[in-house]
């Protein structure tokens, strides 16, 4: 059976966010087999991370890592992913949210393609408290798709308009070992484009994107965590 983890970075006042991606975990119509969250600029002594802990970790597999040094999102998903075992490793913000059969839908990608990176697509959210999770059954996996853009980014080498959530990528566990997210403050930003970018190289063709929208991305974001 194919194991799937989520990677989640986050920063300290990202912390009062990640209920609401722990909700959408929890209405997951396959769960995670672990859940890895990186925070930096924090401790143990932080109260709200004590209170997501105690409530969301009877309910899954769940570990958040904390570091007092400042860290980049970068910095936060090479962690965060250095510590799953899973053999897919699903990337989520602290601040955006599932459809209920997003990590569902992925692991049917990895099992039905050779694939090593499923890219999706998204919508966009105002407030995530306002938000209705439906359970859409409709979905179309489209193989080879995906190239690596002049700018580095994933792009659809059919529908250059194809709404592509780079953040929101899922990896196979063994790209790890040789690609992960560029930490150098001059990437900042741009981190999650260049590394989808240069898994794609790396891996060419064995790619899957999914034209359903898998996410919310819930505009706001920050690069130093």
């Known amino acids: 059976m194919i194991t799937i983890g989520v990677a989640i970075p986050c920063y300290v006042h990202h ?4 209920s609401s991606v722990f909700d959408s975990i929890l ?23 004590a209170q997501l802990i105690e409530k969301y970790s009877p309910l899954f597999r769940l570990d958040i890592i904390l570091t007092t040094d400042r860290k980049n999102a970068a910095e936060n998903r090479n962690i965060a992913s250095r510590f ?16 209920p059969m997003r990590l569902e839908i992925i692991i049917k990608a990895f099992q039905n393609t050779d694939c090593k990176i499923v890219l999706h697509s998204y919508d966009i959210g105002d407030n995530p408290n306002n938000v209705q ?11 080879g798709k995906l190239i690596r853009a002049p700018s580095g980014c994933a792009l659809h080498s059919e529908n250059h308009y194809a709404k592509i959530h780079h953040a929101h990528s899922s990896i196979s566990r063994e790209i790890i070992n040789s ?19 240069d898994v794609l190289s790396y891996v060419q063709s064995k790619n899957v994107y999914i034209p359903q929208s898998l996410s919310i991305y819930f505009e706001e974001g920050q690069t130093i965590l």
Do not use: W
């Open 15 to 18: 912390i009062s966010k990640l």
């Open 27 to 49: 209405q997951q119509t396959v769960k995670p087999d672990h859940v890895v969250v990186s925070c930096s600029s924090t401790n143990s002594d932080n109260v709200q991370i």
């Open 84 to 99: 799953l075992e899973t053999d897919i490793i699903s990337y989520m913000d602290a601040d955006d949210m599932m459809y």
């Open 133 to 143: 999770l439906e359970c859409g059954m409709e979905y179309g996996i489209e193989y």
């Open 179 to 197: 690609i992960q997210y560029r930490e150098e403050m001059e990437y900042a930003r741009r981190e999650d484009s260049l590394f989808c970018g």
